[in-house]
Structures are given as structure tokens and as C-alpha cells.
């Protein structure tokens, strides 16, 4: 039976009238609430000169790496997509997608200051501290369309405690490296969230070992790995051996206190190499939530680890001098169930509560060492 007219013409009325459904990952729904857009009042005391504000902002820009691939695969245009509203309120614009030519998937972004959007808001030059170029680099996201090439990267750093035979390893590393080229390393930074974060860290190291110091940004970085296990097994039973060797008595005592000696010497002169080679220059931020078991491990203590200082040398036992080469975030009050903690969205939180730690974790200390160590014999192209 028809509808009556009157009836039907309310309907078709209540229907157009019906306000459109947001998204949950729309900047205004998820995004933070008391963060401040960049304006012309950045011009006298900039907004990025606050720690706090460039994490938040540097989180957003991963938020939009991630909303990329997921614009990509539900084919929204320019006029729906999601991915810019995160970058558009702090005067930034997307200059290259990061696509992986195997599968077309999008894993990261390069965006640069927008320059003709800041002048459309009274700002004629950039503010202090706001990086010209931001190399943004999303995790592993659980669909169809990037699954394998995902899971695969994860399964590589599991094995290898290593990114860098990944076509996308190749692919940040130049784009980083372009940027850092254009706007000169202190104008840049990279920033990448779990295993966006492992890309970051290692891309960073990656230009570090070659003299150029970007600004490194890591939230809840992979710290899990077999390799790593193995090491650390080694280097457990490594000490064990020693401190069984220092209960035998030797006869020719006094060589062994000269080998030791010379020992020691040689490590401290390690450790002066290090620091020249400009290890001490490069301070990654890594951000740490101690109930994600992914990264969890970075916060264990180095427990008399050698650590190489800022301006040079080093020393075990709490025996560096100043800052350390790491600055490592860790919260406070954050979420204590392993999917929030391991998510981005608590990173441009505004009451979140972080503690910082410098120089303190055994595993950073393995891999800014490992940063300087011969590379290893390429075992084939990356898959």
C-alpha cells in the first residue's frame, strides 16, 4: 500500500534533516581536546617550544599516517577524507604519501610547513622550533589490504631484532634523508608509533651513523625480539663465566691484572670513539608505557651497562656524565590494559602524567652501541 503524500514528503524531510554520523577517528571526535592551533600569537611565544606540544602534535601526524591507508582502502576522496584533518590545524600539508609499490598499501607521510595556509592566518614565517619537514611512520594495522606486509615487517624485527632489509626501511630512510637534505637535519624530524616506531628509530640511527641528527619522536616502540633474547642470554652468560674465571686462582696473577687492565683501557677507548663518531649528539624521545609488554622492556635499568655520555665519555654504574643518549618518556598514569596502553590516542592525552628517565635502559644502551658496530653481511634482498 502507497503512502500517503503528506506522510511521504515528512519522511523524505526527516531523512535529509538527519544529521550525518561522525567518525570516530574525525580530529574534532578523538583527536586532543585542549590542544591549540597554531595562530599568529605562535609568532611571539611559540607553541612547539613546549615539550608537551610537539609530542601532542608529533602524535597527531602519526594519527594521520595511519587515517592515509585507512582513506585509501574505503576510497574516500578529498572531500571526506579523514587523514588531513590531522595535520591542517597545526599549518602542515602532506608533499608524499610513503606507499609500498608490492601491495599499494600507504605506511607513512612526509608533510611539510604550509607556508600559504600560515599566511592565510596572519603567520608570515614558521614559529620557533616547528620542524619544516615531519616524517610520519603508522604501525601494524589489522586489515586485509596491509595484513601481510605488516605482519611480515613485525615478524622480521621479531627475528632479527632488525628493520632494515624491509623495501619500507628504504623508503623512509630516503625520504628522511631527502627532507634532512632540503631543510638541513635540525629542521627535521621523524616520528613513527609500535612498529612505525622501530622504522623511526632505525632510520634515525641510520643517518646518525652517517653524521646527519634528525629529532627522533618513538611512540611504544617494539622491544621484543628472539635476537635480542639471545644477546642477552650471551651477555648474561658471558658475566657469569667472568665472575667464574675471578674465583680460580691463577698462578701468573699479575698478567691476568694487566689483561684486565688493558681491558679496561681498551673499553674506555671504545667508548671515546663512540662519542667522537657523534653518538652522544643524537637524543631519540621515547615515549614508554610500562603495561604495553611490546615496549616494556626498554625500561628495564641498565643495571652497570656502559653508557656513553653526551660531550663524551662514559662509564658503568651510573658513571656518565650529564644527559644521556637516550631521553625515554615513561607514564605515569596512563592505561594499564595492554590494548590502550599500546595505543596511540594516550599520547596526545591532555592529562597524561610522564616521568623521564635518562640514560637508565639496558636496551637502549644495546642498540645506540649497535648503531656504531660494523654492519652485518647482507643476507638478500628485502621481501
Keep these: 500500500m502507497a503512502k500517503p503524500a503528506a506522510n511521504q514528503k515528512a ?20 583527536g586532543p581536546r585542549k590542544l591549540s592551533c597554531t595562530s599568529w600569537r605562535d609568532l611571539l611565544s611559540s607553541s612547539w617550544k613546549n615539550p608537551n606540544y610537539r609530542r601532542m602534535a608529533i602524535a597527531c601526524f602519526i ?16 572531500r571526506t ?8 590545524p597545526f599549518k602542515y600539508r602532506l608533499v608524499q604519501p610513503l606507499v609500498d609499490e ?12 604550509d607556508r600559504q595556509a600560515a599566511l592565510s592566518d596572519y603567520i608570515p614565517f614558521r614559529p620557533a622550533r616547528a620542524p619544516a619537514a615531519v616524517v610520519a611512520l603508522r604501525g601494524t594495522l589489522l586489515s586485509a589490504p596491509t595484513f601481510r606486509r605488516d605482519v611480515v615487517d613485525d615478524l622480521r624485527f621479531l627475528a632479527w631484532d632488525s628493520l632494515k632489509g624491509s623495501v619500507r626501511f628504504a623508503g623512509a630512510l630516503a625520504a628522511l634523508r631527502g627532507a634532512a637534505r632540503r631543510f638541513g637535519a635540525g629542521s627535521v624530524c621523524v616520528g613513527g608509533h609500535s612498529l612505525g616506531a622501530g622504522f623511526a628509530l632505525q632510520v634515525g640511527k641510520a643517518l646518525a651513523k652517517e653524521g646527519v641528527f634528525v629529532e627522533c619522536h618513538v611512540f611504544n616502540p617494539p622491544s621484543v625480539s628472539l635476537a635480542m633474547s639471545l644477546r642477552g642470554f650471551a651477555e648474561t652468560a658471558g658475566e657469569l663465566w667472568g665472575r667464574v674465571r675471578a674465583w680460580i686462582p691463577y698462578a701468573g696473577g699479575g698478567g691476568t691484572q694487566q689483561a684486565a687492565a688493558d681491558a679496561d683501557g681498551g673499553e674506555s ?3 671515546a670513539s663512540l662519542a667522537r663518531a657523534g653518538m652522544g649528539k643524537w637524543l631519540p624521545h621515547l615515549y614508554i608505557n ?20 653526551v660531550g663524551g665519555g662514559g662509564g658503568g654504574n651510573g658513571g656518565s656524565k650529564a644527559a644521556g643518549v637516550a631521553r625515554m618518556l615513561v607514564v605515569s598514569k596512563g592505561p594499564s590494559k595492554f590494548l590502550a596502553a599500546h595505543g596511540l590516542e594516550q599520547w596526545w592525552a591532555d592529562d597524561v602524567e610522564l616521568q623521564v628517565a635518562l640514560n637508565h635502559s639496558k636496551l637502549v644502551d644495546r642498540q645506540l652501541r649497535s648503531l656504531y658496530a660494523p654492519p652485518p653481511a647482507a643476507t638478500g634482498a628485502g621481501t
Excluded: M
Excluded at 594519527?63 to 585507512?70: C, P, W
Excluded at 577524507?81 to 591542517?88: E, I, K, T, V
Design 11 to 30: 519522511s523524505d524531510t526527516a531523512t535529509t534533516a538527519a544529521p550525518a554520523v561522525a567518525s570516530p577517528f574525525e580530529f574534532h571526535v578523538y
Design 63 to 78: 594519527q594521520g599516517a595511519y587515517l592515509l591507508e585507512l582513506d585509501r582502502q574505503e576510497k574516500r576522496d578529498a
Design 81 to 88: 577524507a579523514l587523514a588531513p584533518q590531522w595535520w591542517r
Design 102 to 113: 608490492r601491495d599499494g598499501s600507504i605506511y607513512g607521510a612526509v608533510l611539510e610547513w
Design 269 to 271: 677507548e671504545a667508548k
Design 290 to 309: 610500562t603495561n604495553d609488554y611490546i615496549c616494556c622492556y626498554y625500561s628495564d635499568a641498565a643495571s652497570g651497562t656502559a653508557t656513553v655520555a
